[in-house]
């Protein structure tokens, strides 16, 4: 087994194994499936953030020459994938259409006559909880919450609260205290791939469903669910993804596709325009926040206090609070969690899913604290940071200082307090905190005569997954990462996967792969001794040969190996992983941002960011690079440019990328990053979960750096020029 | 583990899964299979059987507008797919052409221009090895064996002979010695989907080749060597197979689609029709046969000498003539085989591969001397052949009647010796024997929590294969088998599998099917023990339940477990089972022929046929009666109808389906399946392979019912009007 710093393939910086397909645009995405006899579908979709359906009809698109079938709601009593009385979002799906070409499906569209009478929307959420609001959705029961007034709150779909100490008391032992209310707005995940869903029933009754995503399994209990079908009667077969980002773990369209194949009998393809991705896609919630932080004049934060509504979208998903509390040693809390029911599509996962609306905050707010006691920003999270001797939120018990040491690596890689910054320009450093989780996962593993090794995995390949899990088995089996080939499992042919996501995948996956490689590798050991007549134990397996430790003369090649196990008793060379939940550990992101201020215009320029992560071990860094390369700068788009707006009707006014802005490549300053290697204990070669963190802080970093340039707290994101310079006057 | 007659799903009537998918022309082939950008390819061929490549000029055929490569020996010297000095049959492969459609490749292949310079050809085996004969490829080594004159035989590629006690001594102790000639042309497997592959080089490298056949890795392997690549950088996924019988085991056109793909960095598609496939498939060998037996006049066989001159196409393919002894205990033998080259393309498998021609001469010598001695063609079998006490051709020692019982049931099924014939009617009985192999062969289950059950493996289904894996892991997961799922890896995602050939697939695969679920089982009572507070000891599984025996209101669901397993340590059920050969038995099948002559055209009408298999336990009888129908109209088919023809240039005359004959379903007689079910001990709930047997002596009762019906001895296959004709004058 390799350990530590003999690592020959683990820790380097090995390119992603399929990248040259992906840039020379040969690999296959959702929408590149074509099978004979094909329809093309397009959804109807409500004009209307809210509305009631007085009549539909839908004869004149049926008779379109071409179309082959048009269903609704009343088609199918049963099921509860097209609303029969009221739509609650614009673009909410209302009937669909299959068509021998897609132009017909769309002309079809034209041709269904829906004849609506609007409701009052509901798109603020914090307006949304008011006792005197409309309702979001006409009668659905909501949670018994009243205001101060005993009045009773509306479209609250969850509430929570989380107490600790008492934060009055807390509050009378602090030195500074702020409080500020902040706002998100929805944002999106955009993916450049869009959403594709191609759906087939054979011809004994299984429907077949080819999507891209993160993971099969939660698309077939989706789908099983919504179709009302037994698991087993669905397959889902994953393309490679072209993004996600957590948008893509749930259903989006891919019921109603399936629904088309199996009245139609023909396979049936959806592909969604940019449009739909931003109306009915499943985008990141906004929330509103009241946070009031207190500390003592030695900077130790003593209480907390706040409310945070989430736009929850029609089905008011959301509600948790904790993540206001951040990293942090806080005596005192109390804080309310709200998920608000809202006019708009159902939120989805955003890596790190309420991180950057939450650290915002959090990080404002610190920042303005220790500004009024004249404590340095990075000190003041040294001083209040869990660390070796805390607990951490799980309960578990903390050995390392690793958040301690991604702030320092972090400052002092940006030369904190030490660098000069010109007139309007700031530096601001923000924290996240997350823990990456563990789920079902397999990896099998096969070796070929020519000592080429085949691994197979139900674990969606994300952000290079596969690519780590070749080098954890070119690692164990002492072969070059490039004879090892991934494959993707699908529902059929591989045990219970879980989703590729929560940062789990290489730290479950990984293991998985180290299992299924060491039972291998032990396989290999045991037909090596045979052959060279010594115990397992004496031997070392190096360069793609097996070798007697302290004797390397005495040596067999593992492809030999491979071959004489074909033709052996046991059989091929095989290893098997299959794992659930394994324990994971808290993991820390720390972003510097130096900005400069136009006064005048409101415009930020963003000059440099540096990204420092606590990693456990860089399993691959270039990868994990690229991790915190994008994860930065979706969180300075989150910060400075992103989210929908609405018209007082509910309508979204940017659904595509002219309006919804998203940087560009000259709108991404140098981000440096800083690997932070402190392993842990349990995770593959110490490594820990990596994916989410990086988008966390950034645009908290930025607002503290825009307030340590011209002195302006900017609450509402994104933190546009105007509202900069709104900042600016108060 | 289920057992013997407590049988639920093995051994049950179950219609082939994809059964459906098939009648309905769902399932995709080979050539079903389309890739953007692809290019067709096509294959300039030798019109000669023999001749010297003079000069060749592909300049026209490249300047073609669509042709995108063109190429010939000279531009691969590395490789040796193409000739480059000398064709050797009429077909071979000269040169490939890929371009934009099939048309203008077709086109492109008559702009070639190649000056040949004819040779000689060998076509006739039993001339081929003549010491005048001429060379089928000039100058190839062949074996140093010379003739009773001391002269060196010609194209002689191999040569063996099998001695035993004394033949001389033999024959003078016999009462009735019979000694004829038989021949037997080449026949082709006339498989209904033409050969093709479609060949793709990934953007690493490596190389993608979909095509039928009967197992991935032995297609990969041959790729590999063809190609002068690793294995590793091979992948082979094979479609459904619309027919093989053995042809489709190796090598036909992938290597030229291969490397058209390499050369041209495009998908390339390459389709047979069927005058190719006559021309350059893997048909099954002819052969000469002069084979002697004698008999003491109680019966017992004393003496059998021979030779066969196996017609072994230009490498000389085969040689052995151990087949011509039989399932029979004979005490004196001498046998010589050889392989002889002749410009043909080399023979290939075709379901129990020799067994039919041998059959032919072996089965009439014993009629003929039985006859001789004035005993019934059945006492004589039953009185020599193997049987509990005996030894088989492997030296295991036999514990079973099972040869003995198999005569039995098919004379009893046929009323032998009790059924009226008219007037030029006959009846004639012929045995075959066999062993099925074994080899590297692999099955994984999973449960989803649904109960429903997933199966990879890397075994090709031929023939009803996955059908009877389903049934052996429903039977040991107690579910239905609609509930379980096979699906087929490919040389990526699964360990190295054998070719499902050799009557092996469900003798080997049931077996890993069965281990593999009966590790999954295990799982699931663990499961269910610690559910139901009892030992796993204490438990069954019936219908869908684990249940406590004795108590069967204790119960919990197989998909109730199935689900907790997900979520449980563990993790979801699976199981494993990756074998290597394991011990097969020898099996038998007799069929019985009942024939009517036309003494003036020489016309056989055969009137029914029974056949007879020693099956062990039919694990799904319906598939095995398929299988014996199936094998039962080839041989028929090639002792009356099948066979090459040539001119004298050693070109084909009858390469297409109107001028070579196979059976029409009016052609075929009733045929009663008699399946024969004594259990052999260490295949899957006691089953012995079944595929290849019921084509071995359909040819050979037929043969004897002629005899009995008119007196004629027909010894050249086919058993046409004409040599029907030929022998009644004799």
Redesign the interface.
Known sequence: MAHGDGLKVVGKRVSR??G??IV?G?VAYAD?I?L?GMLYGRMLRSPHAHARIRRMDLSKARALSGVVDVVCAQDVPELSIFPSEEVCYEGQKVAAVAAVDPDIAEDALELIEVDYETLPPVIDPAAAIHPDAPEAQVGVPTEEVTDSEGRRLRNVASYQVIEEGDVERGFAESDAIFEAEYRAPYFHQTYLEPTSATARV???G?ITVWKSGQGTFTIR?DL?SALKV????V?VIMTETGGSFGAKNRLILEAQTALLAMRTGRPVKVTMNREEEFLDGRPAPGCWVRLKTGARKDGMLMAVEGRIVWDGGIEGRGGASNRLLGPYKIPNVMLEGFAARTNKPTPGAYRAPGGPQTAVARESNIDMVARELGIDPVEIRLMNGLGAGDYAPSGAPLQHDWLRDTIRKAAETVRWGRRRLKRNQGMGIAVGDWQNASG???A?V?M???????V?TGQVDITGLHTVMAQIVAEELGVPVE?V?V?L?D??????TSLSAGSKAAYSAGTAARKAALEARERLLRLAAERLEVAPEDLAIADGRVEVVGSPEHTVGVDELAGMA?????????G?G????IPTYPTYSVEVATVEVDTGTGQVRLIDLVAAQDVGRALNPMLVEGQMQGGAVQSISFGLMEGYRYDDEGRVLNPNLLDYAIPTALDVPNIKTVLVEDPCELGPYGAKGVGEPPIIPGAAAVANAIYDAVGARVTEMPMTPERVVAALRD
């Open positions: 194994l399929n040259p397909d020379t040969r590149d074509q004979p054979e011809p004994n299984r209990e099983a037994a698991e087993g009667r397959r079902q996962t397999n099998f096969t070929a005569a020519d000592g080429s090794v085949s197979v004879k080939t494959t499992g529902t059929d042919t591989v045990p219970y074909i033709d052996s008793e046991e059989g091929p060379i095989s098997r299959v794992l659930n939940r």
